[in-house]
T-cell receptor
Framework: AQKVTQAQTEISVVEKEDVTLDCVYETRDTTYYLFWYKQPPSGELVFLIRRNSFDEQNEISGRYSWNFQKSTSSFNFTITASQVVDSAVYFCALDGSGNTGKLIFGQGTTLQVKP | DVKVTQSSRYLVKRTGEKVFLECVQDMDHENMFWYRQDPGLGLRLIYFSYDVKMKEKGDIPEGYSVSREKKERFSLILESASTNQTSMYLC????????????FGPGTRLTVT
């Protein structure tokens, strides 16, 4: 069975703090894709990153960075110097089973950044 | 920019009513998806469609059906709405090439009373 676990339900930080959102996944597929989405208060999910199972390089995009470790089945997301606009629900998702597009989502982590 | 639109942001229906949720995308995407979002459960896939007139069951299809008569439009149908179908419904689309990201609509918050 495939599964994505985001153990942190809610995180609250003060602006400019660094914060890491955890994501642990389970799959037996050797080829799979991992995603992070952001859902701001407006409700529409916004794509942040896609990573395939053969690429374990960490990625940095501005204040955002991602750490993909197959050995621990984790795909963690770090926001450096958080800002109030980062307040949102963040979802990690898995697309296994041969690129069907059938995403398995984690429960989501609500991040609140206080000024 | 990819645009996925949903017919209503908020909808209130009575138990037993037949409910139609409409989704339209403007990027000629082959694949379209319907999810429901509930607190603590994340998003769960209801149905998806790889192309026109094609449909596949997702993880929680019971109580729902879908229709895809045109490439740009994917409808979710609640045959007889029940209170446990009160939820946020999200539509998404993507191209069929590789594993490109899905683009999501703004969601429809459905309340069944």
């Amino acid at each position: 069975a495939q599964k994505v676990t985001q153990a942190q339900t809610e995180i609250s930080v003060v602006e400019k703090e660094d914060v890491t959102l955890d994501c642990v996944y389970e799959t037996r597929d050797t080829t799979y894709y991992l995603f992070w989405y952001k859902q701001p208060p407006s409700g529409e999910l916004v794509f942040l990153i896609r990573r395939n199972s053969f690429d374990e390089q960490n990625e940095i995009s501005g204040r955002y960075s991602w750490n993909f470790q197959k050995s621990t089945s984790s795909f963690n997301f770090t926001i450096t110097a958080s800002q109030v606009v980062d307040s949102a629900v963040y979802f990690c998702a898995l697309d296994g089973s041969g690129n069907t597009g059938k995403l398995i989502f984690g429960q989501g982590t609500t991040l609140q950044v206080k000024p | 920019d990819v645009k996925v639109t949903q017919s209503s942001r908020y909808l209130v229906k009575r138990t037993g009513e037949k409910v139609f949720l409409e989704c339209v995308q403007d990027m000629d995407h082959e694949n379209m998806f319907w999810y429901r979002q509930d607190p603590g459960l994340g998003l769960r896939l209801i149905y998806f469609s790889y192309d026109v007139k094609m449909k596949e069951k997702g993880d929680i299809p019971e109580g729902y059906s879908v229709s895809r008569e045109k490439k740009e439009r994917f409808s979710l149908i609640l045959e007889s709405a029940s209170t446990n179908q009160t939820s946020m419904y999200l539509c998404a689309s993507r191209t069929s090439e590789s594993s490109y990201e899905q683009y999501f609509g703004p969601g429809t918050r459905l309340t069944v009373t």
